[in-house]
């Protein structure tokens, strides 16, 4: 078993305490630790190695194998604040383990485009909405998309419609799916711009690491070769080889600990994995729990000098919570794709990116050709694919269809904007408590008109897609009811108006002046259905920001 | 509506599609004893006695899970043995679901006897007569429930206790393997010539 390269006690005053390891604290650790700072990040799930990842459908899916456990740590759920949230009724779900979400994630690597962080004065104002700028343009955060890149491992071709980059991949594209062929030819047909997707999966051995085998379990799986470039394998190792680390796994944080009479944080309380209270002291902290946990710490952080919790002194704190839409079409062919092999997604178009005034709504989004459902999921139909939904659910008829469309189908996917709304939003259950006696998540969505609009706009595109593509049958999903979501955003936006986001530009909040909050909460607008690529751009930056406040003294 | 705790369940499994906790965590013990069960299962020459279900129930169960992935000229729910994935999950890591399933059973047979006295059992009814009464009962949660577990049963992992000789992966054409090589399938495979 692996040992950790450093380890610090909990009265150690540490330079920083990092919550979360995922696609984010991963990164901030290896910048601050690699500068010389001492860290210790608190992962609140466990430490598994590639080789215990497994090919596991039902684990995984059904029995919350590497996600947040619904029995452990319930959430309830309500479409708006006014409605009583029930319990089971909706679900945030993150993976809960080292590397988190970096570790399960399908690996989609969108770059925002420049549009993305000055929409609201381009298409804006929407009443009724929190849209706005951002406070930093894409050319300032450029430098570290190339970063994360170049250091994490993606593969990929610039398309037409991409923002201006510094440097290319460092790989080339994995290879093309059956999906992709069919969605390249009817794409350009159409008159459309198909590219390669991009994505944090080696195409080429890399950095010491494995090329991709093709098995097909990315999504929701671990990768048990180490290709997919999760911070698990990438960043995480690096930080430790520092000998100034530590990744503490089984840690669970419940509040950050404050001097009330300087106001400044001095470390966070936590639960071992013997669900023992431990303070782990340190002079700074950046909290990088998702856009779901990081909110819920602040809240649970509330003192008497924080009553509203802590860095909510905008109200803030949890509010406009964002998922991005996404609708699929389906459709079945007449020969083999075979794609439930190798990587969930080949092919993409960025046609449709941007809000075009004329459609009448705000939104837009990108386009892809994939096929992420396993057997149990496909058979049983829903948010991954399945059959039509006009198709039997069982008897000899089902099975027929189960037989000849597991390896004939396709979905053409629209990952899409969703407005950033003050209703939709996590906060503590008043009633619930989890396994470890704290207040459980309570979260409340829906969506706003424009983002189902730009859905059936997407759909429609997808299905002249499949048609083009020569699809024997093709057919809209159900748009999803909004109370599920992977992609956890908005909730401690970024800005430069304290009274109007939590943390300021660099992440700092804007009420303690030594704690950092980066991860999807840091986002202002949505973006287009795939964040990580962003997120770790931001974390990059950070990191980057802190060593140099800590070096001149300005924390 | 949906009632219990379990069909709470079931249904975040049918609207979130997947991702959803349909069942209890087990702890390490528990399924390190599943996995050992199943092998067992996998090696024994004659089924093992049941767990959970009378021979009855059994029998039951194992006729619905064949009407809904019946077996043609290739194997179904039956072969794939997922009756005996239900007995072993009701006997360890899903017993908050015995009272779902027993009950749902009465009830069927119950329906069952009203509808063609003297009959006997769901299971003793001819095919066309099992496949009237769940037309009648499928959109009840018991009937949900059912197809969610043969459905699982058939198609999940062999380590699990169903999917026997993973004949499951057979009627979708799935084959698990951990390393595959382009041309996927036919269309890249004729673009790349």
Redesign the interface.
């Known amino acids: 078993m692996r040992q950790p390269s450093v380890r610090f006690r909990p009265s150690d005053v540490v330079d920083f305490v990092v919550v979360g390891s995922g696609a984010a604290g991963g990164i901030v650790a290896k910048e601050l630790a690699t500068a010389g700072l001492t860290v210790v990040v608190l992962e609140q799930g466990p430490r598994l190695e590639p080789r215990q990842f497994e090919h596991d459908e039902f684990k995984y899916f059904f029995r919350s194998g590497i996600v947040n456990d619904p029995e452990l740590q319930p959430q309830t759920f309500a479409p708006t604040p006014n409605e009583e949230a029930k319990k089971d009724a909706g679900v945030l779900l993150y993976a809960r383990l080292v590397g988190g979400g970096s570790v399960h994630f399908t690996a989609n690597y969108w770059r925002f485009h420049e549009i993305d962080f000055v929409e609201a004065s381009r298409h804006g104002p929407i009443s009724g909405t929190g849209f706005a700028d951002w406070p930093i343009t894409y050319a300032e955060l450029e430098p570290y998309y190339t970063k994360a890149e170049w250091e994490l491992g993606v593969s990929g071709t610039p398309g037409p419609f991409d923002a201006p980059r510094s440097r290319p991949y460092p790989l080339p594209p994995l290879p093309v799916k059956s999906s992709g062929v069919l969605f390249e030819r009817a794409c350009k047909q159409l008159g459309l711009h198909p590219q390669p997707t991009p994505l944090a999966i080696l195409s080429q051995p890399f950095r010491g690491r494995n090329a991709c085998q093709h098995c097909g379990f990315c999504f929701g799986f671990g990768c048990e070769f180490g290709a997919k470039s999760s911070t698990l394998y990438t960043v995480i190792p690096v930080a430790e080889a520092t000998g100034r680390c530590e990744i503490r796994p089984n840690s669970y944080a419940r509040k950050i600990a404050m001097e009330e009479r300087t106001g400044r944080a001095i470390g966070v309380v936590y639960f071992d994995d013997h669900k023992v209270e431990q303070l782990q002291r340190a002079r700074a902290v950046v909290v990088c729990a998702n856009g779901a946990e990081t909110a819920r710490l602040l809240l649970m952080s509330q003192s008497r000098r924080f009553p509203d919790g802590l860095a909510n002194s905008s109200g803030l704190v949890g509010k406009y919570l964002m998922f991005n839409g996404y609708c699929t079409a389906g459709g079945t062919f007449e020969r083999r794709l075979n794609d439930w092999k190798s990587v969930a997604d080949s092919r993409m178009v960025h046609d449709f990116y941007d809000t075009d005034p004329a459609r009448g709504f705000y939104g837009g989004g990108g386009i892809d050709a994939r096929f992420a459902a396993y057997p149990i999921g496909f058979a049983l139909g829903g948010l991954v694919g399945g059959l039509a939904p006009d198709a039997p659910t069982w008897g000899p008829e089902y099975k027929r269809l189960l037989r000849e469309s597991y390896s004939r189908t396709m979905y053409v996917a629209g990952h899409t904007t969703s407005l950033p709304l003050q209703s939709n939003a996590v906060s503590l259950d008043p009633l619930l408590k989890d396994a470890w006696g704290l207040p459980a998540l309570r979260f409340t969505y829906q969506y706003h008109p424009d983002d189902v609009a730009t859905m059936r706009f997407m759909q429609v595109k997808a299905l002249e897609i499949l048609e083009a593509a020569g699809a024997r049958r093709s057919w809209a999903d159900p748009v999803q009811a909004p109370n599920f979501s992977v992609h956890l955003l908005g909730t401690c936006r970024m800005g430069n108006d304290p009274r109007m986001s939590v943390v300021d530009r660099y992440h700092r909040t804007h009420d303690v002046s030594n704690l950092f909050l980066c991860d999807g909460s840091s986002f202002v607008t949505a973006g287009r259905g795939q964040p990580t690529c962003t997120i770790q751009a931001l974390a990059y930056r950070v990191g980057e920001h802190i060593v140099e406040f800590a070096r001149r003294g300005e924390i | 509506m949906l009632i219990d ?1 379990v069909s ?2 079931a ?16 702890d390490p013990d528990e399924l390190r004893a599943s996995l050992a069960y199943a092998a067992r299962a996998c090696q024994a020459a004659h089924p093992p006695a049941w767990d959970f279900f009378t021979p009855a129930q059994a029998a039951d169960v194992d006729a619905i899970a064949a ?4 077996t ?1 000229d ?1 194997p ?1 729910a039956r072969e794939a043995g997922a009756v005996y994935f239900m007995d072993h999950s009701l006997a360890t890591w899903a017993q908050q679901q015995r009272e779902a399933f027993s009950g749902g059973l009465a009830e069927l047979n119950r329906q069952a006897t009203h509808r063609w006295p003297g009959a006997g059992r769901f299971a003793a009814l001819s095919s066309e007569r099992q ?1 009237e009464l ?1 037309h009648v009962i ?1 959109q009840t949660p018991f009937f949900q429930m059912m ?2 577990h043969t ?2 049963a ?4 062999p ?2 206790g169903g999917n026997r000789d993973k004949v ?2 057979r ?4 084959e ?13 495979a ?2 790349a010539k």
Do not use: H, K, M
């Open positions: 705790a709470r369940r249904f975040l499994a049918a609207s979130c599609g997947a991702f959803a906790s349909v069942w209890l965590p087990a009407q809904i992935l019946p043609d290739l179904g496949t769940l499928e197809r969610l459905v699982t058939t198609f999940a992992n380590s699990w499951g992966w009627i979708l054409d799935f698990d393997r951990f390393v595959w090589q382009p041309p996927f399938g036919d269309y890249d004729d673009a």
